[in-house]
């Protein structure tokens, strides 16, 4: 009985948070979105001489 009162606790404190939930939750998969750069090469590279 103590673990269903422990679900419906966390669901609802997850509908009740889920603006700040669900975002947190899908940041690791989504797509990185680059600038677009004439060259491939990375400018500010540690050691690098030009």
Known sequence: ???AIHVVLALGFFIAHRRDIV????????RIERESSDDD???NVVGAHA
């Open 1 to 3: 009985m103590l673990s």
């Open 41 to 43: 090469e990375p400018s």
């Open 23 to 30: 975002p947190t939750l899908t940041a690791p998969f989504r």
